[in-house]
């Protein structure tokens, strides 16, 4: 692995916005470069609100995500009379794994930003009627609404999540930005991990999802105040924050 990433050419971008690498440019990607924009401080202040709200929705979404992970084989499956294993496996197989791929066609297509809003928002509204409805129905119809749950959690931020720290922000800050939304993610599963056993046991698991099914449609809210990079390459956008005009041309 490590003798294979050495062999790959670092990213246009990088060459041209970060190392002003014309000559490698043109060798590595047969790209014709005019003068390249000179290279200017980061401006944290303009990209800080944009990194906060892409932040809180990877750090929202895994604080949902594994609490299902978590506490669905053990909790949720015995009450509706399954197997966690067995559970678990119905979830990915019937649920995770097919909606994803589907998520992956349609990012493209309707964007990130509408995939994660209506994720996080389907993710909220069955939650929410998982709860309510939660020791009322048999154990199929617990399943399909916790499965259409994950449904949703897949085709929205389940994919597109890791996207924003990477396509909204400068090649010279992008490993960051990256990193820092990776982090709040992380953070979030701490959440859920140390958190929600005591949130369970104190306050049951039907008040415990309806706060859950509450921080998804937060998310969904945030969601909507993200800028939308669908459609616009990484090189387009690094112009456009640079307020420089086109000076990338493919040959």
Do not use: C, H
Not at 37 to 51: D, E, N, Q, R, Y
Not at 61 to 86: H, W
Not at 214 to 228: D, N, Q
């Amino acid at each position: 692995m490590i003798y294979g990433r050495r062999k790959f050419p670092e990213t246009p971008q990088y060459l041209a916005f970060v190392k002003g690498q014309k000559e490698e440019l043109k060798e590595k990607y047969d790209l014709k470069v005019g003068d390249l924009p000179s290279l200017k401080k980061v401006a944290w202040g303009a990209i800080l609100p944009t990194l906060l709200l892409a932040s809180v929705t990877w750090y929202l979404f895994d604080v949902s995500a594994y609490s299902g992970v978590f506490f669905g084989p053990s909790v949720i499956a015995k009450d509706i009379g399954m197997n966690g294993l067995t559970f678990e496996l119905v979830i990915l197989g019937a649920f995770a794994v097919p909606w994803n791929m589907v998520s992956a066609l349609l990012n493209d297509k309707l964007g990130r930003r509408t995939l994660q809003a209506v994720g996080f928002a389907g993710m909220g509204l069955f939650t929410l009627i998982f709860a309510l409805l939660f020791g009322k129905t048999g154990a199929i119809v617990s399943l399909l609404l916790y499965g259409l749950n994950t449904v949703f959690s897949q085709l929205g931020p389940g994919t597109v999540v890791g996207f924003w720290g990477v396509e909204l922000f400068p090649s010279e800050v992008r490993g960051l930005t990256q990193g820092i939304t990776v982090m709040a993610g992380r953070l979030g599963v701490m959440t859920t991990t140390f958190l929600f056993p005591y949130i369970i046991s104190t306050q049951g698991i039907v008040t415990t999802m309806i706060l859950l099914a509450a921080l998804a449609f937060v998310a969904s809210l945030v969601t909507t105040r993200l800028p939308e990079p669908n459609q616009v390459s990484l090189a387009e956008k690094e112009l456009e924050m640079r307020g420089t005009p086109d000076v990338l041309e493919e040959k």
